[in-house]
């Protein structure tokens, strides 16, 4: 475990004075009565606990105090360089010390995820600047917590949301007010979108959101992992079905069959792929990132290579809402990257990018923000993508794992344009809006695009390519229609009821391991079609056999089923595969092989 410092003004002797040392105290929780300041090193204090710190990333363990702050009781403590992780501790917690060796390693245990630390960088973060951005074309993503609340966001405002991306997410609203119902159906569940879809309708009748007539063009890319238990596929098929009732099933690509479990799945970064737990950032050889960005805005540029030559910028996200940002479970900072040209006010485009629980920048650094996959992009294509950020609170709103309000922990407007979360995003989008030069459009002849196939399941394709760098003034014009042929020597046919805007297309109700063939053919203004582009052919993957696979506590799986408990014990139901003390804090993959029969671990 890491040394650990006594609190000091400024950075103590060893410790680096950059970004990776940082200075935490629980600010917003009782102190003597008193909303929590750091300690007044002159003034002495009520002897009445001794405090230290611990890595929830590591072992569970307590750490004595060697070097006190004038020998009095109540000490904080900052942070340094860990030895045992490449950025610095934020994942940490304050625990009381006991007279007994023995007790406080009980109570390290028994009390680790309850009290959250809000800890403050080092240097200040800014404002956040304006840039040559369109505030009314923007894309969203996230992962988890962070899929329902970009399409949320992206239901709620689909005026100014072309595309939505869900990595293990769940059709708007589906909680309904309600955590019990967020934690069971919403996550291992199989929710009803047809009552979801009415009741967003009533939604934008009542003006809550936007009219739900701009969903028809929105796009969306959906992505659940073969071994997710946390959310499982039934939930996202939900997702699916919700976005069917108000557009066409061309402008969704949905990918399943990677073995990834719960995570947001990445090229060549994280953890193995069918691990749930960490960081939930999975290596699996497949660029989420890329591929949704590439599914919501059309063939992009190739992603640069090297390190990514944009700038990290570190923002105030208390800007954007009254009152302290705790108090609606988003933290005092975020971070946006901000390409070099988008930084010098060329036209750029933006996307926002949501983490899951437990992956808030105070908990993970930057693992999520540097390492997701977006900035290489982002770089190549002059995209700003924003990482807004969450924090754990559990005194109010209680929310121990730093999710964003899907159920409304916050308040019932979760998932209404007067939700405090989405409201400030809105804020931070407008900001980010504020230099948009209009650069007007004039006709132009459309050239024929390349079309690019660009991913596959065992029963969908995904096209896309390179939209017109001009909008045409007329409308209509630059719309395509998409040929198919279903074999070598098969007559291409025409697969669009409608004429096809943007950049992609989702081709759906495959048949497995076929190969099919693709061209287009773009529209002028009178709707008469150009030439032929390319043809572009893509095999469909095999169908991947059965997987159920269940991510929870032990205690939840004995409740809701799925092991069986002894002296305190569980055992996965039907093998007996020992699982460990019956406890919520110790979690367990199970998965159905048959009818009520678990085993422990992934899909293989």
């Known amino acids: 475990m890491a040394s650990l410092k006594p609190w000091v003004p400024t950075p103590a002797r060893g410790q680096d004075p950059s970004n990776r040392n940082r200075t ?61 992780h490449s950025q610095s501790w934020s994942a940490i917690q304050l625990i009381k010390l006991y007279p007994s060796r023995v007790a406080r390693r009980v109570a390290a245990g028994l009390i680790a995820g309850l009290l959250p630390l809000w800890c403050h960088p080092a240097t200040d973060p800014v404002s ?63 929710p009803d979108a047809k009552p979801l879809a009415e009741a ?29 238990g946390v959310v499982k596929r039934t939930v ?116 926002i990018a949501l983490h899951g629980c437990k992956q808030y920048a105070t908990l993970i650094n930057d693992r999520y923000y540097a390492h997701a996959g977006y900035n290489e992009w982002a770089d190549a294509n002059d995209l700003i993508i924003l990482y807004p950020q969450t924090v754990a609170t559990t005194v109010t709103p209680f929310n121990p794992n730093g999710c964003w309000d899907w159920w409304g922990y916050v308040n019932a407007d979760y998932a209404k344009k007067s939700s405090a979360q989405i409201s400030a995003l809105r804020a931070m989008v407008e900001r980010i ?59 291409f046919a025409k697969i669009n009821a409608k004429p096809v805007s943007g950049g992609s297309f989702g081709d759906h109700d495959l048949s497995p391991r076929k190969t099919y063939a693709y061209k287009i053919r773009v529209l002028d203004a009178t709707g008469a079609e150009g030439p032929d582009s390319n043809v572009v052919r893509k095999s469909t993957a095999a169908e991947p ?29 039907g093998s007996r595969q020992p699982m460990g003390l019956g406890s919520p804090l110790v979690e367990t993959t199970l998965t159905q092989t048959k009818p009520g029969y678990f085993v422990i671990g992934p899909c293989q």
Request: one cysteine or more; aromatic letters at 10%; a neutral charge.
């Open 200 to 228: 967003a309708v009533k939604a934008a009748a009542a003006g809550d959101i936007d009219p739900l007539e701009h969903l028809a063009t929105q796009k969306a890319w959906l992505f659940s992992g073969y071994n997710d």
């Open 24 to 84: 935490c105290w629980p600010q917003g929780l009782p102190f003597h009565g008193r909303t929590a300041e750091p300690p007044d090193p002159e003034k002495p204090q009520r002897p009445r606990f001794q405090w230290a710190l611990i890595d929830l990333q590591g072992a569970p363990a307590v750490t004595r105090v060697t070097e006190p702050v004038r020998a009095r009781p109540i000490h904080w403590i900052s942070i340094g360089h860990s030895p045992t």
């Open 545 to 573: 056999p059965p997987c159920d696979p269940y991510r929870r506590d032990n205690a939840s799986h004995w409740l809701e089923g799925r092991a069986d408990m002894l002296f305190g014990f569980t055992y996965a139901k």
């Open 433 to 491: 809006g504020s230099n948009h030069l209009d650069a007007g459009s004039a006709a132009a002849e459309i050239p024929a695009p390349s079309v690019t196939a660009v991913d596959a399941t065992s029963s969908s394709i995904a096209l896309a390519w390179m939209p017109p760098s001009t909008v045409p003034a007329v409308p209509g014009a630059g719309e395509l229609n998409v040929y198919r042929a279903e074999c070598a020597t098969c007559p």
């Open 236 to 351: 996202s098929d939900a997702l699916y079905e919700f976005y069917k009732n108000f557009t066409s099933p061309d402008h969704l690509f949905y990918k399943t069959g990677l073995t990834a479990a719960h995570s947001h799945v990445t090229l060549a970064y994280g953890q193995v792929c069918n691990k749930t737990g960490g960081d939930f950032m999975n290596n699996c050889r497949y660029d989420a990132a890329g591929a949704l960005l590439t599914h919501l805005l059309g063939q992009l540029k190739p992603k640069a290579t090297g390190k990514p030559k944009g700038r990290i910028v570190k923002f105030s996200q208390s800007e954007f809402h009254t009152g302290e940002a705790w108090l609606i479970g988003m933290s005092h900072e975020g971070f946006a990257y901000v390409p070099t040209r988008c930084a010098d006010q060329q036209p750029c485009r933006l996307h």
């Open 128 to 190: 956040l600047s304006g840039y040559n951005v369109d505030p009314n074309r923007i894309t969203v993503s996230g992962i988890s917590s962070g899929a329902y609340m970009a399409v949320q966001f992206a239901v709620a405002h689909s005026a100014i949301v072309k595309g939505v991306g869900a990595v293990a997410g769940g059709p708007y609203a589906c909680a309904q007010g309600s955590a019990v119902t967020a934690i069971s159906t919403c996550m291992v569940g199989a």
